[in-house]
């Protein structure tokens, strides 16, 4: 990891292991990176590409489903019309 003496970190730990943890990847090497807030539940998160607009798979799904609802919603309401 990182060496108290010279602070150079392992090249294993700086390819491999901090990709995977984007908060402490930002954290280690001072990266300026933009948090998000999730749509859902308003919390803080590192997004890890610019397209990302939740915080966890949980709610991933919970977005999902109320797009899909009122998606289905809005398709129905069009078929009573008629």
């Known amino acids: 990891m990182?060496?108290?003496?010279?602070?150079?970190?392992?090249?294993?730990?700086?390819?491999c292991?901090?990709?995977?943890?984007?908060a402490l990847?930002?954290?280690?090497?001072h990266k300026d990176t933009q948090k998000k807030v999730c749509v859902i539940c308003d919390g803080e998160?590192?997004?890890?590409?610019n397209?990302?607009?939740y915080c966890s798979?949980?709610?991933e799904r919970k977005g999902n489903r109320i797009k899909s609802r009122a998606r289905m919603e809005k398709k129905r309401?069009?078929?009573v019309t008629i």
């Open 51 to 53: 397209r990302q607009v």
């Open 45 to 49: 998160f590192v997004p890890v590409n």
């Open 17 to 22: 292991v901090l990709p995977n943890n984007p």
């Open 57 to 59: 798979p949980e709610c």
């Open 25 to 29: 990847e930002a954290e280690i090497l």
């Open 2 to 15: 990182m060496n108290p003496q010279d602070n150079k970190i392992c090249a294993y730990f700086r390819d």
């Open 77 to 79: 309401g069009l078929n």
